[in-house]
Structure formats: structure tokens, C-alpha cells
């Protein structure tokens, strides 16, 4: 049988101020994006920078930072697992979306 792995290791900064969303049993999840950055050489020899945009969600639990430390243009590194849901509008309309769900995270200071 073989073995499967479902990681993700993201490093950007965050795009806006979190959503914080506390829940009936007292815990709470914190949802925000994160840029990242690409450099290339396109076709026609001139450098390029491709940013992508992730959602992450994230519960508190011990090993994650304080949520209020997360802001937007903090630095930070993540390590989670992607997921996959389907939704639907409020007009009806099913739509698909994916998340990284954090399970390690830390604001590493950058000099």
C-alpha cells in the first residue's frame, strides 16, 4: 500500500486584516490570505514577478501564534494541508473553493 501526503509549506505576507470568528465551544478560527512571489525569465528575456493569493484557515490550538499578531504585510510561514469544498450562493449558484488548513504557523522576524 503505498503512502499518501497532503502538505503544503507556504512563506508571505498576509494580504488584509484576518477574520477572526469565535465558535459556540470556545474556539476560534482565523481566516486570511497570503502572497507569494515568483521571479522568471520570460520568453522575451525580461524578468517577471507572478504573485499567487492563498486562503488559509486556522484554529487556535497550542503552536500557533497569538491571532492578533496576524495583520496585514506580516511575514509568515505556514505549514497545513489543502482542502476542497463546494458551496453554494445565495442565488443558487454551486461554486468550489480550496483552503490551506494551518497546522503549524510562525511569524519569523526578517531582517
Not at 17 to 42: C, L, N, W
Not at 53 to 78: Q, R
Request: with cysteine; hydrophobic share 35%.
Amino acid at each position: 500500500m503505498e503512502k499518501t501526503l497532503n502538505r503544503v509549506e507556504l512563506k508571505g505576507y498576509v494580504g488584509a486584516d484576518p477574520k477572526i470568528t469565535q465558535m459556540e465551544g470556545g474556539a476560534s478560527i482565523i481566516r486570511f490570505s497570503v502572497a507569494t512571489h515568483e521571479a522568471y525569465k520570460g520568453k522575451d528575456g525580461v524578468y517577471k514577478e507572478e504573485t499567487t493569493w492563498h486562503n488559509v484557515a486556522a484554529w487556535s490550538s497550542k503552536g500557533l501564534p497569538e491571532f492578533s499578531k496576524i495583520k496585514k504585510g506580516v511575514f509568515v510561514e505556514v505549514i497545513g494541508k489543502l482542502r476542497y469544498f463546494k458551496y453554494v450562493t445565495k442565488t443558487g449558484e454551486e461554486r468550489f473553493s480550496s483552503e490551506i488548513v494551518a497546522l503549524k504557523m510562525s511569524l519569523p522576524e526578517i531582517c
